[in-house]
């Protein structure tokens, strides 16, 4: 009740704001469309890797940078501190705050993948995988997006404090859409974003011929789950729901 | 340190608190208990420690020394049990910009699980900006959508941290009859203010605090029947060598001359004797208690005092 009243009142906040509509619903459309059209899938070799792509572009610029600004951006006016001195709980303080974002980029995705896979006239072997994929990108997404506003000060801030997390991603991504032995697979799915890709593709395309399903599945999902959890922890320690004084 | 009746436990007691910034001791072994229905006001300078005092109240920070009971609870401790009963306005919360006034009202009646109430913007006359954006309101409106959104909740307790400057007269008036209001009701409000004459009107009890410590405690007689009342006139004719003897000191600043004086009755009574035997005009007499901003003007003297030796 109260985290769906924070959501209703967030979605207002939201699409009042030209600059959060800009980085929230435009530009991660944007990019998508672009990445489609830039030849990426035909160098990744398959449809699910373009999906991977798509789908980490929307959630870095949709959920990461968003959550970093508009959190940034609420704390400054000191709308958190308000929420904190409500009875709300502050797992309903972050899904209300999180969840517009969320379902925008949720809906972004339904759009964009469904383009590409007319597209590549291909189409998610497992669909309740991507489902999966996409969950747990918004959950280390929105849990990164708490973290770095711990350490911004302002939603202009935002801009500079963003960019290491952008890095990393990015990173991440296109580190787990490159050939890599056992050792260096599972480190790389350490990082954030690289499961999201692994997961779409391994949805899109399905697993490697001779591997099972569920063990190509394990790793990467146990091991962003793991680091979801360690960020989430982190940010949980470190966010500050009032300006610095 | 109250009289009021009521529940067996204070709604707001205070016990030896003390907070630190780092080495810096901002509040220092203050007690005080806040009783339902009772308004008590903190009054002091910038820096003297009310709102660390406040912050520490509503849970924000926790105490270096000393313990907070809020309704009987410890507020860092019990927050969300605590946050449905206690109200806090003033300098620690803000807004939403985008969301209109009446969202935002809506928003806080929802997080409190109660049915909406309209009305509360009628009492602090904001009902007519109820579709206005509160990033567009001006300065007082804001103050006065805080206090609405903090009536709405009916709470046992209100902190009320500087909640008038910027306020016009009209605006300051409806604010302190709300605050009445609440009180009526049973609430306990703790009124942080730099304004004596707010104190002096609203609040049961005052404490003054300087460098973190309560320096004066007691009702607004007791704190000012503590410091020398004054007698002001302009004598026609006058001359100060013609003067009775008189209790308390005297002063003369043009010809306006001053009594300051721990025995008003006496004082008075032997100048209008002094008047009526020689024929002396007490032009402009005026005579009473000292005020909360004497009492205020003479601890910062003071304290400047001190600081200079």
Known sequence: MTALALAVAETRLILRDRTVLLTAAILPLLLAVLISRSGIAATAGAPGALAAVQLAMLQLFGLYTTTTMTLAARRQQRYLQRLRTSPASTASIVTGLAAPLVLIVLAQAAIVLAATGWATDSAPVRLDLLVLAFANGAATAVALGFLTASFTKSPEAAQITVLPGMLVIVFGVFAALTPAGETVALLRSAVPGAALAELTRLAWDGPEPGTALLAALARPLAVSLAVAAALSYLAARLFRWRPRS | ?309
């Open chain 2, 1 to 309: 340190m109250t009289t009021t009746t009521g529940p067996a436990f204070p709604a707001v007691d205070v016990r030896g608190l003390t907070c630190r910034y780092g080495a810096f001791t901002a509040v220092d072994d203050v007690s005080f208990a806040v009783h339902p229905g009772e308004l008590f006001a903190l009054l002091g300078t910038n820096g003297a420690g009310k709102t660390t005092t406040v912050e520490t109240a509503l849970g924000l920070r926790r105490p270096a020394a000393g313990t907070v009971a809020v309704l009987d609870r410890d507020p860092a401790r019990h927050r969300r049990d605590l946050a449905r009963r206690v109200a806090a306005i003033g300098q620690e919360t803000g807004f939403a910009e985008g969301l209109t006034v009446a969202e935002t009202l809506r928003l806080w009646t929802d997080l409190h699980r109660l049915p909406p109430r309209p009305a509360a913007l009628d009492r602090v006359d904001l009902a007519h900006r109820a579709d206005l954006r509160v990033g567009d309101l001006s300065g007082g409106e804001r103050r006065r959508l805080d206090l609405a959104l903090a009536a709405a909740t009916e709470p046992e307790v209100l902190f009320a941290d500087e909640p008038t400057p910027g306020l016009d007269p009209a605006s300051r008036r409806r604010t302190w009859d709300l605050l009445r209001d609440l009180t009526a009701a049973g609430t306990a409000v703790v009124l942080t203010t730099h304004y004596l004459d707010e104190a002096a009107e609203l609040a049961d009890h005052v404490a003054i605090m300087d460098r973190g410590r309560i320096v004066r405690f007691g009702t607004v007689a007791e704190v000012t029947a503590a410091h020398e009342a004054r007698i002001t006139m302009r004598p026609e004719p006058f001359d100060p060598l013609d003067l009775p003897p008189l209790e308390g000191r005297t002063a003369i600043d043009g010809d306006t001359l001053t009594v300051r004086t721990t025995a008003l009755q006496a004082d008075l009574h032997r100048l209008l004797d002094w008047a009526a035997r020689t024929g002396v005009d007490l032009g402009d007499l005026k005579a009473g208690p000292a005020t909360l901003d004497e009492v205020f003007a003479e601890l910062e003297s003071a304290r400047t005092e001190r600081t200079r030796a």
